[in-house]
């Protein structure tokens, strides 16, 4: 019993030892997987624990809001005013996509051309049938049957949602006035899946339906996604390669705290709904937030390549090189 | 206090170990309720409680929100479930304690008390994956094919069906607490003397007449324990209905359509809430549900505790 205590005791010290060593995060379950591979490759090489905990954005908010995170993490960008009345900064650290994803029997994955408007009125509940004239106006050499559009969302609060209302908001004024933009909607027509897994799954088994999910899921489910017709007027396809554009594109302005809803990019080759996920760190905490820095210019550097593996769009370099002019102009670059 | 304090020191340590153990029951409910309606005291002065309890509206957007649509939910799933599960579970207790042959009760009993050791997240992805399609292709089609054109009871079953509805979750619901009516009932029947069935036998009664005449009413209570312990968890349960619910806050009369329970809403917005009128709204309906429960347990208990007394006259 003596011994079993002491060597509690034992690790009680040593822990306690390394905890300076320990980088604390929470936040945002959407960059999770791309967080926690860089936080093991950063382990390996420094000897620093990176623990990040994927409570969601809402608490990852609240609980660097409360200064108990060495940084919070979130998909949403919080607005300039909130992160003055918070004492925060924010950047971004990761690019995700949004991708619609059908089933429609006869129709293949990067067929169905659609635009936002299109979209936005199937999620109005208002274009009912999938051989609309709309939809048939944009494709005309697809065969679309006389069937009822059966409609999917996200039932639980996500980024994912934010991303996709806050694109229907910027294409849609309709969208705007009766529904708005958030990671939780009153959705006029649908139903709701819990988490990518859950629409996934819905859209894979309802024939005639059509819902939204981030792109790893789209490709690892083999998903029929949609092409989108973007800004300039293009139809693109989903991939790493337009997302990046969309991401090079976007106009991240460090002045505003990189505010920025990354929909619906000017590019000419750029996807329409990405977004990119930012980490909140306190602003009297200029040591801690150098360590946490130091972690994420790290994985600039060295993350990109398993970040594209786990189908995640690293940041362009233009906009790596304005977060590090906006470390710079803070005071918490690490050296 | 001087009872006490004549103790020896052993006896009068042990007594105040189990008291504040016993104490800290009192105190961790105690500061449940502080801390619910500390965090929901936002939402409480900007919406009221009547107010609150019968706006159908959830729109985080607008940042207008209401309980009713998951009080309905919760309400309904709760009652479905328990309607399908309680002749269930105490056909199940009557086949195990009076019918099924010997060498079948070990086996059948521990299956059943398994059941209720299954987590529940594990039962939502089975409803998700399994029985949800299930529901959508078979069942649900074919109640609309048979009720469908009645008037009135038909309305239930309007709708196009997908498996994501109060009709799927009730069912899951239903099969997390069979076990618990179950078992508990199976118990409370085994506790009938032989004696007094052997005599109700021996006047010439049928298998049946003793079982409706002699078991049910000597252990009714038992099996009303059971129900009420059942019903709690229903009350409260969380994952297993999240995945198959919906979370849509409406109110709807047909069972074939998406809804959600107050316990749904949390898990599913709980996490992303972020502006404060809205986690205070979450923490309201989580201080309702904590009054709702506490409410409709006590009244259950109230009447168990009369019918034991009525019994024991």
């Given amino acids: ?335 | 206090m001087r009872r006490f304090l004549n103790l020896p020191a052993v006896d009068l340590i042990f007594a105040l170990v189990s008291f504040s153990a016993a104490f800290t029951v009192l105190i961790l409910i105690l500061s449940t309720i502080l801390v619910l309606y500390n965090e929901s005291s936002l939402a409480i002065h900007r919406f009221g409680l009547l107010n609150f309890i019968f706006t159908v509206d959830w729109d985080p957007v607008k940042e207008v929100f209401g309980a009713a649509a998951s009080l309905y939910g919760t309400l309904i799933t709760t009652v479905l479930a328990l309607s399908i599960a309680i002749p269930v579970s105490i056909g199940i207790a009557i086949f195990l304690t009076e019918i099924s042959p010997h060498l079948l009760r070990t086996p059948i009993g521990i299956a059943i008390e398994m059941l209720a050791a299954i987590p529940s997240i594990i039962y939502g992805m089975w409803g998700l994956f399994t029985l949800a399609p299930i529901m959508a292709d078979y069942i649900e089609p074919a109640l609309q094919k048979v009720f469908g054109d009645i008037p009135l009871i038909g309305k239930l079953f309007e709708g196009t069906p997908m498996g994501v509805d109060l009709l799927t979750a009730s069912i899951i619901l239903s099969i997390m607490i069979t076990p618990f009516i179950a078992s508990i009932s199976r118990d409370a029947f085994n506790l009938t003397p032989d004696l007094v069935k052997e005599s109700a036998y021996a006047l010439g009664a049928t298998k049946w007449e003793v079982i409706r005449d002699v078991v049910i009413p000597y252990s009714k209570l038992g099996v009303y324990g059971g129900i009420v312990l059942a019903l709690g968890r229903a009350l409260g349960e969380t994952m297993a209905v999240a995945f198959v619910l919906g979370n849509k806050h409406q109110i709807t009369i047909s069972l074939l359509d998406a809804a959600a329970t107050i316990t749904v809403t949390l898990a599913n917005e709980f996490t992303e809430a972020d502006t404060d009128i809205y986690l205070s709204s979450l923490f309201y309906l989580a201080l309702i549900l904590f009054v709702l429960s506490f409410t409709v347990l006590a009244v259950a208990k109230f009447f168990l505790l009369r019918a034991e007394k009525h019994y024991q006259r």
């Fill in chain 1, 1 to 335: 019993m003596k011994k079993l205590t002491v060597s509690f005791l034992a690790v009680g010290f040593f822990t306690a030892g390394i905890a300076d060593e320990t980088i604390n995060g929470a936040g945002a379950t959407f960059p999770y997987p791309v967080y926690a591979a860089w936080a093991y490759m950063y382990y390996k090489e420094t000897g620093i624990k990176v623990n990040y905990q994927s409570i969601g954005s809402g608490g990852g908010i609240r609980q660097i809001k409360n200064r108990t995170v060495d940084f919070g993490a979130s998909d949403a960008p919080l607005e300039p005013q909130k992160l003055d009345e918070y004492k925060l900064y924010q950047f971004p650290a990761i690019i995700g996509g949004v991708v619609p994803v059908v089933n429609i029997p006869g129709v293949k994955a990067g067929q169905l051309k659609l635009d936002g408007e299109t979209i936005c009125h199937i999620y109005l509940g208002e274009i009912k049938y999938w051989d609309n004239e709309k939809v048939k106006a944009l494709n005309p050499e697809l065969d679309l049957p006389h069937k009822e559009i059966r409609v999917v969302h996200r039932a639980d609060a996500s980024g994912t949602t934010a991303i996709f209302t806050n694109y229907l908001v910027q294409v849609c004024p309709e969208w705007k006035e009766k529904v708005g933009a958030g990671k939780a909607v009153k959705w006029p027509v649908g139903i709701g899946g819990k988490g990518n897994e859950g629409v996934a799954n819905y859209v894979k088994r309802l024939k005639y339906s059509i819902g939204y999910v981030e792109f790893a899921y789209a490709k690892q489910n083999r998903l029929k996604y949609t092409l989108l017709k973007n800004q300039a007027g293009k139809f693109v396809a989903p991939s790493i390669e337009t997302f990046k554009a969309a991401g090079a594109t976007a106009e991240f302005d460090p002045e505003k705290h990189f505010y920025l809803w990354m929909v619906n990019a000017p590019g000419e080759n750029a996807w329409p709904i990405a977004g990119a996920s930012f980490i909140l760190e306190a602003r009297e905490r200029k040591e801690v937030n150098k360590k946490v820095n130091r972690f994420f210019k790290w994985a600039f550097e060295k993350g990109d390549e398993v970040a594209v593996k786990l189908d995640y769009v690293p940041l362009p370099k233009e906009l790596k090189e304005k977060v590090y002019n906006y470390w710079k102009k803070h005071d918490i670059y690490p050296e």
